[in-house]
C-alpha cells in the first residue's frame, strides 16, 4: 500500500520515479517536509492543490532541507523568503513554512515548540494580485496573434469560458455540444456552460475534430497548469504585454462584464465560482468607475 502510494503521488507530480519514503535525518526540514507529505492533511487536498503545494515544498527541502527545524528563527525564514522574486512567491515561502512547523507542534514532532515563520516580516504584495487586462490591451494581444494561432485560441477560450488554467488545458470537443461549451471547474466542482460565440467558433473551426484537447504542445503532449502558464506569458511578452497572464485576462474578462452592466451573480457563473463574493469585488469596482 506504501509503494502505491508513492508512486500515485509522484504520477500526479508528473514524475518518472517516486521518491523514496524517507532520505532525510530526523529532525531536518527535509525530515518534516516528508512526514506532512504523508499526512491526512495533505493527502485529503484536492489533486492539483497537492500537486502545487508538493512543488513548493520540494523547492524548500532543496534550498534548506538539512536544517534542524529546532534551530530556525524568524531571521531564518526571511532569508529563504529573500532567495524568490516577488512578494507573492515570498510570502508563499513564509505561509509553507508557518504550516509546516504548526503541523510539527500539533503532533509534538521533533520537540518543536514554536513557529518562527509567524514572526518573518510580511512582503507586502498588490492588494488586487495578478493585473487585470484592460481593453486595450485584450485588443493588443489580439491583434499580435492572428486567426488561427494557438495563442488567439488559447485567449479566446479564456475570454468564453472563464476557464482557469487547470481547466483550460482539459478542453476539447468532448466539451463542446450544440453550440455551446461545458465543463466542470476542478478546484470549486461548480458547472459552466457557456455560449460559443463567434470569434471563437471561427477559430474552432481550425481544430481537427478528433482532438480531445484543443491546447496542445510538442507533438500533441497536453500542457501541465504551470507548463500553459509559462508558454502563454511568452505569448503575453510577444505581444509587447510581459506584464500580463492568464489569470488576469480571467479578471479582465470579469470586469467587462461588471462594465457592462452584469452583477455578482453573472460574474460567479462566469468563473464558476461557488459564491457570489468574487463577483461582488469587480461590481463593487465598476460601481465607483
Known amino acids: ?3 502505491f502510494r508513492a508512486a500515485y503521488e509522484a504520477a500526479l507530480e508528473g514524475v518518472k ?3 523514496p519514503r524517507t532520505t532525510a535525518n530526523y529532525g531536518t526540514l527535509a525530515w518534516l517536509i516528508e512526514q506532512y507529505l504523508r499526512s491526512p492533511k495533505h493527502l485529503n487536498l484536492s489533486d492539483v492543490r497537492r500537486a502545487s503545494i508538493r512543488r513548493e515544498l520540494d523547492w524548500l527541502r532543496k534550498e534548506a532541507g538539512k536544517y534542524q527545524i529546532g ?3 524568524a531571521k531564518h525564514v526571511e532569508a529563504l523568503m529573500s532567495r524568490k522574486a516577488g512578494p507573492t512567491a515570498a510570502n508563499t515561502v513564509k505561509k509553507n513554512l508557518s504550516m509546516l512547523f504548526n503541523y510539527a507542534i500539533k503532533h509534538d514532532m521533533a520537540g518543536q515548540k514554536h513557529n518562527p515563520a509567524r514572526h518573518a516580516d510580511r512582503r507586502k504584495e498588490n492588494p488586487d494580485g495578478y493585473h487585470t487586462w484592460t481593453e486595450a ?3 493588443k494581444f489580439l491583434a499580435h496573434h492572428g486567426p488561427g494561432t494557438k495563442a488567439r485560441l ?17 478542453l476539447g470537443w468532448q466539451n463542446v455540444g450544440a453550440g455551446r461549451i461545458s465543463y466542470r471547474r476542478h478546484k470549486t466542482g461548480i458547472a459552466g456552460d457557456y455560449e460559443i460565440l463567434p470569434e471563437l467558433a471561427e477559430e474552432l473551426r481550425n481544430v481537427p475534430g478528433d482532438c480531445l484537447l484543443f491546447l496542445t504542445h510538442w507533438r500533441g ?10 508558454w502563454f506569458k511568452h505569448q503575453c511578452r510577444a505581444a509587447g504585454l510581459p506584464h500580463c497572464s492568464a489569470h ?10 461588471a462594465d457592462e452592466g452584469g452583477g455578482e451573480l453573472e460574474i460567479m ?5 461557488a459564491t457570489p463574493k468574487e463577483g461582488a469585488t469587480y461590481v463593487k469596482k465598476a460601481n465607483r468607475g
Do not use: C, M, W
Open 248 to 257: 488576469g485576462l480571467r479578471k479582465g474578462q470579469a470586469t467587462r462584464i
Open 17 to 19: 520515479t517516486p521518491a
Open 221 to 230: 503532449r497536453p500542457y501541465t497548469v504551470e507548463s500553459f502558464g509559462n
Open 154 to 170: 488559447a485567449a479566446l477560450l479564456i475570454l468564453n469560458t472563464g476557464a482557469a488554467r487547470q481547466d483550460l488545458v482539459r
Open 1 to 3: 500500500a506504501a509503494e
Open 71 to 73: 534551530r530556525l528563527a
Open 137 to 139: 490591451e485584450i485588443a
Open 269 to 273: 457563473s462566469f468563473l464558476a465560482h
